[in-house]
């Protein structure tokens, strides 16, 4: 299983950032892919997720500003972010797990370094 991650950068207070996750080996028993994000001196945290039945969930942090989707032909997970401010900047995984109870319970940040499968990251910094 592969989790590659692509679309961050520096962007100004406000702006908006797309990121990608390409992924390749995973199956039908994946029941929750996420992003989820670590900030300078913080602990890794769940942004969004959504589960197999597209059903989505944020922290209370983005919601309104950020946008989980997926595009199933493409076998790629996207974030739209949009009103970024500082507070965003941060190291932003994908992630996927075949227990959709796990998944969860790492958004609300219990276990998560029990999910089954990372990206290596792609750095958000959002600065003037």
């Known amino acids: 299983v592969q989790l590659v991650e692509s679309g961050g950068g520096l962007v100004q207070p406000g702006g908006s950032l797309r990121l990608s996750c390409q992924t390749s080996?995973?199956?039908?028993?994946?029941?929750?892919m996420g992003w989820f994000r670590q900030g300078p001196g913080k602990e890794r945290e769940g942004v969004a997720s959504i589960d197999s039945d597209g059903t989505t969930s944020y922290a209370d942090s983005v919601k309104g500003r950020f946008t989980i989707s997926q595009d199933k032909a493409k076998s790629t997970l996207y974030l739209q972010m949009n009103s970024l401010n500082p507070d965003d900047t941060a190291m932003y995984y994908c992630?996927?797990?075949?227990?959709?109870?796990?998944?969860?319970?790492?958004?609300?940040?219990?276990?998560?370094?029990?999910?089954?499968?990372w990206g290596q990251g792609t750095q958000v910094t959002v600065s003037s």
């Open positions: 080996g995973l199956t039908s028993r994946t029941e929750c």
């Open positions: 992630a996927a797990d075949r227990s959709l109870y796990r998944c969860m319970t790492a958004m609300e940040g219990i276990g998560v370094g029990d999910i089954d499968f």
